[in-house]
């Protein structure tokens, strides 16, 4: 009996995640942003979202492959299947609770491979930061671009904040609250760590993991390898949000330097707001508009852009949702491997 209600717990649960996921997006829509969001599946030609969804797939199979580089210096050749998993389940934690997706990544490949948490986890936060000077390095690109542009970027933001209306008088100025409680948490934290050895042990070895991932880095036999695999992520990203651009009519003839601004945009929204969820769509309309004519009816968003925005962000989000919610099913029902 026991063994059973295990079995059906390691199926359901996985399943029970991803559709509670999908209701817990759909419900957090307001009703305007839910009507955006139908009539831009009305229109759009869907076998581009397929093809770009395919696409931002490939990106995720390179960085499982890329993961192997940074580990392998550090004594550990784990199976691609196995690390492949762990990046989708990462991606599907991520979703379900912020930030909890390099954690759970590291967690997995602990029980399939038995890589020490810590020295995982060290190799996805160097990882994070070679593609966070990935993502600077576009943004840079973007900018030297489109230089003309900038003072417009700023008027259209500005008035884009003011047409959300005025603050509330009389309400309370969050910013002060919130760095006073990020001070005490830290207080807090830095008194644990100090009054207790093994919370002390825990976190020096997670500083000990995270220097010996930066070092695999440039320890890794295997170095043009691992700088393709970073090229190959990042080229698949803009890849798939330039194949969105397809789906639509009025956003096929977007330039180059438009796809760019807007994919910044869309990073930066995804990383405001957990899953980027009405954000996403929001800002990469709002810098893609830019590039298309002036809105009929004035305003400063075009609506065949936040049309788009809600496209490519349905299309990732249901990509994190069915893959990564498949690894955790697949790893759920596997047994950990023999050592």
């Not at 933001?157 to 002060?176: D, L, M, T, V, Y």
């Not at 990383?271 to 980027?276: I, M």
């Amino acid at each position: 009996m026991k063994r059973t209600v295990i079995a059906i717990l390691k199926v359901g649960l996985p399943l029970a995640i991803g559709v509670w996921l999908v209701f817990y997006f759909y419900d957090a829509l307001e009703p305007k942003q839910r009507e955006e969001l139908f009539e831009a599946f009305r229109q759009a030609d869907l076998r581009w979202l397929i093809l770009a969804s395919f696409v931002g797939w490939l990106s995720h199979i390179s960085r499982a492959w890329r993961w192997r580089y940074i580990l392998e210096p550090m004594g550990y050749r784990p199976g691609f299947w196995n690390c492949y998993h762990a990046v989708m389940i990462g991606y599907f934690m991520n979703l379900f609770l912020p930030r909890a997706g390099e954690a759970s990544r590291a967690v997995s490949l602990y029980r399939t491979e038995k890589v020490p948490f810590e020295k995982g986890f060290g190799t996805i936060l160097a990882e994070r930061a070679v593609d966070m000077l990935m993502l600077l390095g576009i943004a840079g690109v973007t900018l030297l671009l489109q230089l003309e542009k900038l003072d417009l970027f700023k008027s259209r933001i500005a008035a884009f904040r003011e047409s959300q209306g005025p603050a509330q008088e009389g309400g309370i100025a969050w910013g002060p609250w919130i760095m006073a409680g990020l001070a005490a948490i830290a207080i807090v934290a830095v008194y644990l760590i100090a009054t207790r050895p093994t919370l002390r042990y825990k976190v020096r070895e997670l500083l000990r993991g995270f220097s010996q991932g930066l070092r695999a880095v440039f320890r890794t036999k295997d170095r043009v390898g691992f700088l393709l695999h970073t090229l190959i992520i990042w080229a698949a990203y803009v890849g798939m949000f330039k194949l969105g651009f397809y789906a639509l009519p009025e956003t096929v003839d977007v330039p180059m330097a438009g796809i760019l601004a807007g994919f910044v945009a869309g990073a930066v929204g995804i990383v405001l707001v957990q899953g980027g969820i009405g954000v996403y769509p929001a800002f990469v309309a709002l810098i893609v508009s830019i590039y298309m004519l002036p809105p009929v009816g004035g305003g400063y968003i075009r609506p065949e852009a936040l049309a788009m925005g809600w496209l490519l962000w349905v299309a990732q989000t249901l990509m994190l949702i069915v893959l990564g919610g498949l690894s955790l099913l697949l790893l759920a029902i596997k047994r950990p491997a023999a050592k």
